[in-house]
């Protein structure tokens, strides 16, 4: 391998491109692309003519293809696992025991972790394409920077029917700040809610459902800590807030992981780096 050049990870999603670079120096550098094989990142790969590329994710085979079969395609759920133990070692984490691996991009997959052990056990439908989504519908216009700042101002409650909107203290064994209804409110209330609840709401009905279904996921396969990263959390205080809060609230060891949305990149980095 020519050290002189620098080795790249790519992790190619459904709405994002995201890149790791490591350079002859050792240096890091990390970028976050539009989707798919764009102009934007061969013109990149054209610059630093690597020594070797992994790539991984939905659009793998279509960069292999036009890169003329340059690139080493990388199992996903395998870089994430890389990647994502990478990054723990960043933030000063060392996880010795088995961990629910969790991906919030467009949709949601989560992984059980036992040292180079990496298995999917599930997943949802539910992500950041259903922030984008359900944003379009009901905030109109917004983009996902936008939908983000209009729910840190909001606020879900307004919007989503709660225990305490239904039970008296002490009537049922739940909080009252506790979800009963997503948007629940909406359709015994006159009147337009503000848009920044709106997006607050949005915000708390996918965060709280990837919740609920990774503790289950991680008491099904004996893991105390959940570990979540991917480009829906990216700089998104309020879902992250209601993510980990209701993952803690719900007895498991929530743990935001930091960059997390270049784990499946620098999985793949370092698994090409290794020669698989």
Known sequence: MDRQNPIVGVDLGATLTKLAIRLPSGDRSL?????????????????????????????????????????VAVNEFA????????????????????????????????????GM???????????????????????????FEELTELARRGDRRKVDLLVGDIYRPGEIALIGDATAAAFGKRGTREGKPAREDLAHAVMGLVAENVALLCVALAAAHQARRIVYGGT???????????????????????????????????GALALVRDGI
């Open 31 to 71: 970028q976050v692309l539009p989707h798919g094989p764009s102009d934007e990142l061969l013109a990149i790969l054209s610059e630093l003519k690597p020594a070797r590329i992994g790539v991984t994710g939905a659009g793998a085979a279509e960069l292999t293809q036009r890169l003329g079969g340059e690139p």
């Open 79 to 114: 870089a994430w696992g890389r990647g994502a133990n990478r990054l723990l070692r960043d933030q000063q984490e060392h996880l010795a025991e088995p961990f629910l691996l969790v991906s919030v991009g467009t949709g949601t997959s989560a992984m059980h972790c036992d």
């Open 117 to 143: 052990s990496v298995n999917r056990v599930g997943g949802t439908a539910l992500g950041g394409g259903t922030v984008l989504g359900l944003g379009a519908l009901l905030v109109g216009g917004a983009d």
């Open 232 to 266: 829906t959390l990216r700089a998104n205080q309020p879902l992250c807030e209601i993510l980990l809060g209701t993952t803690a609230a719900l007895g498991r060891a929530p743990i935001h992981l930091d960059q997390g949305e270049y784990a499946g990149a620098l």
